[in-house]
């Protein structure tokens, strides 16, 4: 395939250029390059090519939970959403703690052909927090991190046992950080918003004292990890400041932390429940910030599908999660790019290149030999949010409605159309 007249984004600039793929290769990156005999020519004047989008951050929910969505239908709102590559997290039914599921997951994600489906496995048994998952095992069958997902490990030297196990793996923790005595069933975030619609607040301490903790442990250890969804100022001091000193800490944001405050609980509209909460103005201020000085390395998506019935109940009751795959570009593009925050490498390093170093995986780059796992764009279009024409099974999104700019319009795994926008 030869890919023309687009404007590409490559790891330290953005030019007009053309690219030739082979045998699911980036072959040449060069202007004006000819057709060769029986090559397709994409012709993308007008579009943006972004190296694939990797989200390291997903809930495909099979086995167990395929109700809300499951490997096939997770793939299907990935590509659409322009990734290339997602990263799912171990709390199915059973839970993801062992080779022979995290080895379903892999293969079952390959039987689809669509993305690259890439497992997280469990950090302990069940995610009960007791006794250490078979990390090495887990490892062997695919595993490319492990997370408690949902909840923190409260056993701090289980903790520890963890981390050091895991990078002599030569994988991450990934580290939901929730002190559970501290957020206590609060469904929200603690200020005037939980205190006007006497929904139970949640303090930014259950978060920030896990982050803290969890920071100490790999300064201690001189050891690597990484903080999920980060939501809180405090939080995005604390990593800031742990960079710093040179502690190995990575760190993710969503766009529900940088789109959204918690002024939307108002509503009482369940698509606004998230963990951790949406938080006030002045957190969301700050992760915007945390993202513009590198601070927070990533953005993923969270996404949390659930079924129509987990969340048209009462507030309290609902489910948390908020289905992102298919708007998380877009958002980003939207309200980081197009106002000033980042520019498009850095949103290319956030949402493609970084995660890929975290996770030590294949890809992030557009460059000569690299895998052809393309994100094509038209950066100019403008789109209202529909969660009807959602492919997730999940349709919980908070954006209904929203205008966007930044439309997917092809993803191209090792060289392969998987989504074109007018199929």
């Known amino acids: 395939m030869l890919i023309k007249n687009a404007q590409v984004v490559l790891k330290n600039t953005?030019?007009?250029?053309?690219?030739?793929?082979?045998?699911?290769?980036?072959?040449?990156?060069?202007?004006?390059?000819?057709?060769?005999k029986g090559e397709t020519v994409l012709n993308c004047e007008g579009f943006t090519v972004f190296p694939g989008?990797?989200?390291?951050h997903v809930h495909l929910r099979e086995p167990g939970f395929e109700r809300k969505e499951d490997i096939a239908s997770g793939c299907r709102a990935a590509v659409k959403g322009g990734f290339t590559q997602i990263c799912c997290m171990p709390n199915t039914e059973p839970v993801a703690d062992n080779k022979v599921v995290v080895s379903y997951i892999k293969h079952r994600g390959e039987e689809v052909g669509l993305c690259k489906v890439r497992p997280i496995g469990a950090i302990t048994k069940g995610q009960k927090g007791e006794d250490l998952a078979p990390i090495g095992g887990m490892k062997a069958a695919g595993?490319?991190?492990?997370?408690?997902?949902?909840?923190s490990v409260a056993n701090s030297k289980l903790m520890a046992n963890a981390m050091q196990y895991a990078s002599d793996f030569g994988i991450k923790c990934l580290c939901h950080c929730e002190d559970a005595t501290l957020s206590d069933g609060g469904v929200v975030n603690e200020g005037f918003y939980s205190t006007l619609t006497g929904l139970k607040g949640i303090l930014r301490a259950a978060e920030d004292v896990m982050i803290a903790r969890d920071i100490c442990l790999a300064e201690n250890l001189s050891l690597p990890v990484?903080?999920?969804?980060?939501s809180t100022k405090s939080g995005v001091q604390l990593i800031r400041e742990a960079k710093a000193r040179g502690v190995q800490v990575t760190a993710e944001t969503c766009p529900h932390y940088f789109a959204l405050n918690d002024s939307v609980i108002a509503s009482y509209d369940t698509n606004t429940k998230v963990n951790p909460p949406l938080r006030a103005e002045e957190d969301r201020l700050a992760v915007i910030e945390g993202l513009r000085d590198g601070t927070l390395d990533a953005i993923v998506t969270d996404h949390a599908p659930h079924h129509e019935d987990d969340k048209n109940v009462e507030y309290n009751l609902a489910a948390f999660g908020i289905s992102g795959l298919e708007t998380s570009f877009a958002l980003a593009y939207t309200l980081l790019v197009r106002s000033g925050v980042l520019g498009l490498n850095a949103l290319a390093k956030k949402m493609s290149?970084?995660?890929?170093?975290?996770?030590?995986?294949?890809?992030?780059?557009?460059?000569?030999?690299?895998?052809?796992?393309l994100t094509i764009a038209d950066l100019n279009e403008e789109w209202k949010v529909d969660k009807n024409k959602f492919v997730s099974k999940g349709k919980?999104?908070?954006?209904?409605?929203?205008?966007?700019?930044?439309?997917?319009?092809?993803?191209?795994?090792?060289?392969?159309?998987?989504?074109?926008?007018?199929k």
Request: with cysteine.
């Open 14 to 36: 953005v030019k007009v250029t053309d690219l030739r793929i082979e045998a699911g290769k980036i072959q040449r990156i060069k202007k004006d390059l000819i057709p060769k």
């Open 226 to 230: 990484h903080i999920c969804h980060v």
């Open 353 to 373: 290149e970084n995660p890929c170093k975290i996770l030590s995986i294949e890809g992030g780059a557009i460059e000569e030999g690299a895998p052809a796992d």
């Open 53 to 56: 989008l990797v989200d390291m």
């Open 143 to 151: 595993a490319v991190a492990i997370s408690e997902d949902g909840k």
């Open 396 to 422: 919980n999104t908070p954006f209904d409605g929203w205008k966007l700019f930044g439309k997917i319009k092809y993803t191209l795994v090792d060289g392969t159309i998987k989504y074109e926008e007018q």
